[in-house]
């Protein structure tokens, strides 16, 4: 399904002129450097074909012959690759290899019958140079730069504005080649498209995936005998036809390429994704779930906004109830590329799902916070420090396929923002969000006929004993601090972690601190408030437990934020917030 899915993608995409699908045989490469050749060969400039500054510069992508795929052996590219390669230059590696990674670099051109071409001409004067690599010295800091980077170059005849492997008849003689590797080979039976075809022995490979071997890995190889059966080699196991191997493995190149807006990285999953047919969430699923650009930081919040107005009223067309839309999360492992989850729908299916998720996680804030938050800031919530390296490895793919599949948060997210809290002694906002979208979607997978457990805002009736000893809590320390402002350490910092987890332990001795600190208070008429505020919490807690369990420390810690926020949120706000 995967693959049939992204050979539909690529037969779309090179359908459409404007799609930027290279076709079969080729493949569009950044070449950072050109050198351009006059008719007898001669080197006339080497030119630069980056733009940019910093991290930004980009080298022009170029359409030339597909890269040959290199494991310890010598195989040189059609026309274009690195000085080792094309100019037999040093740069890294032993002398006598570069003299042999050279030759097979002259010997290809060579044996490309195409002797009329003005452009191969010019290319086979210069090869033939005995002094090539001292002439392209004297263009100066711009061959020592291509020198030193090791960047592939390419080929340019004087006076064309395309490289070499472009002009018509090498083009046409690259595509003749193509098309008799395809007639002469054994037939066999593609098991992706259903037809009878050559199989790929060995697939293309897939590059882009964070985390894995920057030569690229595979999703499909046979590499050892515990993967064989009946004496096939390689691809012959799982018969897939040439065409349908580059077309599946170019649409992914495409989709992973740097600065793809079908593209983000969502924990150690690089996840992509695309339509059936050409929709609007392609290039808006990002903004939903990832970061917002510095330069429009209200990107995601404009967009889930959208998404809510869309699904609230309705308003999907026709269409969209039939497009499938296709997700897929990729991993590193090794030399091959593990498919972390996969998910089909319809893009007003997939749309409905991304705006429950956004619904779930809704809660009260304070004023310069987002109203919404990318998926990326609600998991570093609960890794140590706050860093993406420390979040268990599979946590981002599994809440992925949750949201996705509008399954229950995993029980995994909703252990890390506990311990998480107990660790900081204390409830932020994204984990807040968390917890209480991991709550709610439980409680409404076990029962979809219930009401909403934990609100957006606070609830003064829910009589949960974790969520009232979490409101309990809340009121206490605001007593204290506002006992002894300034306080260098509160009831928080000290005792969050055991009041969460073991009340009995804690909330004897802070509620007979609280006599102490209400004693402080010279506002008495606000000592009357918190007091009667406290009783009506008391009134629906008989003991105090000596365990909770993990929901009630996740309700814990929800009635805790929420009777925070209440303490900074004027009366007609929190109704507003409640009634959104």
């Given at each position: 399904?995967i693959l049939?899915?992204?050979?539909?993608?690529?037969d779309?995409r090179?359908?459409?002129?404007?799609g930027?699908?290279?076709?079969?045989?080729?493949?569009?490469?950044e070449?950072?450097?050109v050198?351009?050749?006059s008719?007898?060969?001669?080197?006339l400039?080497?030119e630069?074909t980056?733009?940019?500054?910093?991290r930004?510069?980009r080298?022009?992508?170029?359409?030339?012959?597909?890269?040959?795929?290199?494991?310890v052996?010598?195989?040189a590219?059609?026309?274009?690759?690195?000085?080792?390669?094309?100019l037999?230059?040093v740069?890294?590696?032993?002398?006598?290899?570069?003299?042999?990674?050279?030759?097979?670099?002259?010997?290809?051109i060579?044996?490309?019958?195409?002797?009329?071409?003005?452009?191969?001409?010019?290319?086979?004067?210069?090869?033939?140079?005995?002094?090539k690599?001292?002439?392209l010295?004297g263009?100066?800091?711009?061959?020592?730069?291509?020198?030193?980077?090791?960047?592939?170059?390419?080929?340019r005849?004087?006076?064309?504005?395309?490289?070499?492997?472009?002009?018509?008849a090498?083009?046409?003689?690259?595509?003749?080649?193509?098309?008799?590797?395809?007639?002469?080979a054994?037939?066999?039976?593609?098991?992706?498209t259903?037809?009878?075809?050559?199989?790929?022995?060995?697939?293309?490979?897939?590059?882009?995936?964070a985390?894995a071997?920057?030569t690229?890995?595979n999703?499909?190889?046979?590499?050892l005998?515990?993967f064989?059966?009946?004496?096939?080699e390689?691809?012959a196991?799982?018969?897939?036809?040439k065409?349908?191997?580059?077309a599946?493995?170019?649409?992914?190149?495409?989709?992973?390429?740097?600065?793809s807006?079908?593209?983000l990285?969502?924990?150690?999953?690089?996840?992509?994704?695309?339509?059936?047919?050409?929709n609007?969430?392609?290039?808006q699923?990002?903004?939903?779930?990832g970061?917002?650009?510095?330069d429009?930081?209200?990107?995601?919040?404009?967009?889930?906004?959208?998404l809510?107005?869309?699904?609230?009223?309705?308003?999907?067309?026709?269409?969209?109830?039939?497009?499938?839309?296709?997700v897929?999360?990729?991993?590193?492992?090794?030399?091959?590329?593990?498919?972390?989850?996969w998910?089909?729908?319809?893009?007003?299916?997939?749309?409905?799902l991304?705006a429950?998720?956004?619904?779930?996680?809704?809660?009260?804030?304070?004023?310069?916070e987002?109203?919404?938050?990318?998926?990326?800031?609600?998991?570093?919530a609960?890794a140590?420090?706050?860093?993406?390296d420390?979040?268990?490895?599979?946590?981002a793919?599994d809440t992925?396929?949750?949201?996705?599949?509008?399954l229950?948060?995993?029980?995994?997210?909703?252990?890390a923002a506990?311990?998480?809290?107990?660790?900081?002694?204390?409830?932020?906002y994204?984990?807040?969000?968390?917890?209480?979208?991991c709550?709610?979607?439980a409680?409404?997978?076990?029962?979809?006929?219930?009401?909403?457990?934990?609100?957006?805002s606070?609830?003064?009736?829910?009589?949960?004993v974790?969520y009232r000893?979490?409101?309990?809590?809340?009121?206490?320390e605001?007593?204290?601090?506002?006992?002894?402002p300034g306080?260098?350490?509160?009831?928080?910092?000290?005792?969050?972690?055991?009041a969460?987890?073991?009340?009995?332990?804690?909330f004897s001795?802070?509620?007979?601190?609280k006599?102490?600190?209400?004693?402080?208070?010279?506002?008495?008429?606000?000592?009357?408030?918190?007091?009667?505020?406290?009783?009506e919490?008391m009134?629906?807690?008989q003991?105090?437990?000596a365990?909770l369990?993990?929901?009630?420390?996740g309700?814990?810690?929800i009635?805790?934020?929420h009777?925070?926020?209440?303490?900074?949120?004027?009366?007609?706000d929190a109704?507003?917030?409640?009634?959104?």
């Amino acid at each position: 399904m995967i693959l049939q899915a992204l050979k539909e993608y690529y037969d779309r995409r090179a359908a459409d002129p404007a799609g930027e699908m290279a076709p079969e045989g080729w493949e569009w490469k950044e070449i950072p450097y050109v050198v351009v050749l006059s008719p007898d060969g001669m080197p006339l400039t080497i030119e630069e074909t980056s733009e940019g500054e910093g991290r930004q510069r980009r080298a022009k992508p170029f359409l030339v012959p597909q890269a040959v795929k290199r494991t310890v052996s010598v195989a040189a590219n059609l026309l274009w690759d690195n000085p080792e390669y094309a100019l037999g230059v040093v740069v890294k590696g032993k002398p006598e290899r570069v003299a042999e990674q050279h030759a097979a670099f002259r010997d290809r051109i060579e044996a490309f019958a195409v002797h009329a071409d003005a452009g191969m001409q010019a290319i086979r004067g210069f090869l033939a140079l005995p002094d090539k690599a001292a002439v392209l010295a004297g263009f100066g800091d711009v061959w020592t730069e291509l020198v030193t980077s090791g960047a592939f170059l390419a080929f340019r005849l004087a006076g064309d504005d395309i490289l070499i492997s472009g002009r018509p008849a090498v083009r046409t003689a690259i595509d003749a080649k193509v098309r008799a590797s395809t007639e002469s080979a054994r037939p066999s039976r593609c098991l992706v498209t259903g037809e009878s075809c050559v199989a790929q022995s060995l697939h293309p490979a897939i590059k882009g995936v964070a985390g894995a071997n920057t030569t690229g890995g595979n999703i499909i190889s046979f590499n050892l005998d515990a993967f064989r059966s009946f004496g096939k080699e390689q691809g012959a196991n799982a018969p897939v036809g040439k065409g349908t191997a580059f077309a599946y493995t170019t649409a992914l190149n495409h989709l992973l390429r740097r600065d793809s807006p079908q593209r983000l990285l969502v924990g150690d999953a690089t996840t992509v994704f695309w339509a059936s047919r050409d929709n609007p969430l392609e290039s808006q699923f990002a903004a939903f779930f990832g970061e917002s650009p510095k330069d429009d930081p209200d990107r995601n919040t404009q967009a889930v906004a959208g998404l809510l107005r869309a699904v609230e009223s309705g308003a999907f067309p026709a269409v969209d109830r039939e497009t499938r839309f296709y997700v897929l999360g990729l991993a590193p492992n090794a030399a091959r590329i593990a498919v972390r989850f996969w998910h089909v729908g319809t893009v007003a299916g997939m749309s409905t799902l991304i705006a429950q998720h956004f619904l779930d996680t809704r809660i009260i804030h304070g004023p310069k916070e987002q109203d919404t938050l990318s998926l990326f800031r609600l998991l570093v919530a609960t890794a140590p420090l706050g860093k993406a390296d420390n979040l268990a490895p599979n946590l981002a793919g599994d809440t992925m396929r949750a949201i996705l599949g509008g399954l229950p948060y995993p029980l995994t997210l909703l252990q890390a923002a506990v311990r998480r809290n107990r660790a900081e002694q204390g409830v932020t906002y994204p984990r807040a969000a968390l917890i209480k979208a991991c709550i709610n979607r439980a409680a409404r997978h076990a029962n979809p006929n219930v009401k909403e457990e934990l609100p957006v805002s606070l609830d003064p009736d829910n009589p949960n004993v974790g969520y009232r000893l979490g409101r309990l809590f809340a009121v206490l320390e605001r007593i204290q601090a506002e006992a002894s402002p300034g306080i260098n350490a509160t009831i928080r910092d000290r005792y969050y972690g055991a009041a969460s987890g073991t009340p009995v332990t804690v909330f004897s001795t802070l509620m007979k601190l609280k006599i102490h600190h209400l004693a402080k208070l010279e506002n008495r008429g606000r000592a009357v408030n918190l007091e009667r505020l406290i009783c009506e919490i008391m009134a629906g807690i008989q003991d105090f437990p000596a365990h909770l369990t993990l929901a009630d420390q996740g309700r814990f810690a929800i009635g805790y934020y929420h009777q925070t926020q209440a303490f900074f949120t004027p009366k007609s706000d929190a109704t507003v917030t409640q009634e959104a």
